[in-house]
């Protein structure tokens, strides 16, 4: 019998797929707004030979140690989170990599994040109601689960329960930043975000760059200890990751990338759509703090 483990083991290894040395920087589970829990993004990154996959919840870091023991030695992932940020008046996504889960300060202003979160859905829910909308709200805290809520957890539930066709629907109709029911978030500015990943030992990067992402910009935001751009991301046109590498080499910040999925209803953000390659990994790691 001992004779047979040789080959079994090759057999084993034959059935996995080949890693490719890339890395998924931006995935979202159900701790936060994704439909896949931490268990199917681990399977999928595998399927998909990723060797290192990011957890980047908003505004939570409760998913990376569940993904963590479920992965095992197989596919590496990376603590992360994204948190809502506020950059001259504007919305700003900040990824934290690389953080110590254990922070105190990051993991008191995250929860404080997360509180405002929760009651923004529940009124948001209200408006719902006021728009001749309602939803069931006996076992809504049961579908919607314990994670960290926000817009598409709403959209998910609308499609669900038959008031929209779709959940891009429901974002057109309602829940579009200039939607219907749409609320204001609690942000923290970006520079105070920037310094509570630099402590927790981490790299701050900048979520999808919008097209005001130029020189100006980036010298006070590095300025502030920013680190990293995300240069790889779904939604970009044929040229802008070029654009952002280009920017980032001129301020020797790394480059991130990542499919930013959120659950199989958007296959271009498949997870492994878009990522680093193991070169570039290592540049980021090179930059954490801790």
């Given at each position: 019998?001992?004779?047979?483990?040789?080959?079994?083991?090759?057999?084993?290894?034959?059935?996995?797929?080949?890693?490719?040395?890339?890395?998924d920087?931006?995935?979202?589970?159900?701790?936060?707004?994704?439909?896949?829990?931490?268990?199917?993004?681990?399977?999928?990154?595998?399927?998909?030979?990723?060797?290192?996959?990011?957890?980047?919840?908003?505004?939570t870091?409760?998913?990376?140690?569940?993904?963590?023991?479920l992965?095992g030695?197989?596919?590496?992932?990376i603590?992360?989170?994204?948190?809502t940020?506020?950059?001259?008046a504007?919305?700003?996504h900040?990824?934290?990599?690389?953080?110590?889960?254990?922070?105190?300060?990051?993991?008191?202003?995250?929860?404080?994040?997360?509180?405002?979160?929760?009651?923004r859905?529940?009124?948001?829910?209200?408006?719902?109601?006021?728009?001749?909308?309602?939803?069931?709200?006996?076992?809504?805290?049961q579908?919607?689960?314990t994670?960290?809520?926000?817009?598409?957890?709403?959209?998910?539930?609308?499609?669900?329960?038959?008031?929209?066709g779709?959940?891009?629907?429901?974002?057109?109709?309602?829940?579009?930043?200039d939607?219907q029911?749409?609320?204001?978030?609690?942000r923290?500015?970006?520079?105070?975000?920037?310094?509570?990943?630099?402590?927790?030992?981490?790299?701050?990067?900048?979520?999808?760059?919008?097209?005001?992402?130029n020189?100006?910009?980036?010298a006070?935001?590095?300025?502030?200890?920013?680190a990293?751009?995300?240069a790889?991301?779904?939604?970009?046109?044929?040229?802008?990751?070029?654009?952002?590498?280009?920017?980032?080499?001129?301020?020797?910040?790394?480059v991130?990338?990542?499919?930013?999925?959120?659950?199989?209803?958007?296959?271009?953000?498949?997870?492994?759509?878009?990522?680093?390659?193991?070169?570039?990994?290592?540049?980021?790691?090179?930059k954490?703090?801790?």
């Amino acid at each position: 019998m001992p004779a047979r483990q040789p080959f079994t083991a090759l057999c084993q290894a034959a059935a996995r797929p080949v890693t490719t040395g890339r890395a998924d920087l931006h995935v979202h589970t159900t701790h936060s707004d994704g439909a896949y829990t931490p268990a199917q993004v681990v399977e999928l990154a595998r399927r998909n030979g990723l060797a290192a996959v990011a957890i980047t919840d908003h505004d939570t870091l409760a998913g990376v140690s569940e993904s963590r023991a479920l992965a095992g030695s197989h596919i590496e992932v990376i603590s992360g989170v994204e948190i809502t940020a506020e950059y001259q008046a504007r919305e700003l996504h900040l990824l934290g990599y690389f953080v110590r889960l254990d922070d105190e300060p990051l993991n008191a202003a995250l929860a404080r994040l997360r509180v405002h979160r929760d009651k923004r859905f529940w009124d948001m829910v209200e408006r719902l109601r006021e728009q001749g909308v309602p939803l069931n709200t006996d076992n809504l805290r049961q579908q919607v689960g314990t994670g960290v809520l926000g817009r598409r957890n709403l959209a998910v539930l609308l499609a669900g329960a038959g008031r929209v066709g779709s959940v891009r629907e429901a974002f057109l109709r309602y829940l579009g930043d200039d939607g219907q029911v749409t609320l204001p978030k609690v942000r923290i500015p970006v520079e105070e975000a920037i310094a509570l990943v630099r402590g927790a030992g981490g790299v701050a990067a900048w979520a999808h760059p919008s097209y005001d992402c130029n020189r100006d910009t980036l010298a006070e935001l590095s300025s502030w200890g920013l680190a990293a751009i995300e240069a790889d991301y779904p939604a970009y046109r044929p040229g802008r990751g070029r654009e952002l590498r280009a920017l980032a080499a001129a301020f020797g910040l790394a480059v991130t990338g990542g499919s930013d999925c959120h659950g199989p209803d958007q296959p271009r953000r498949a997870i492994g759509a878009c990522g680093v390659s193991a070169a570039e990994l290592a540049v980021l790691r090179g930059k954490a703090t801790g």
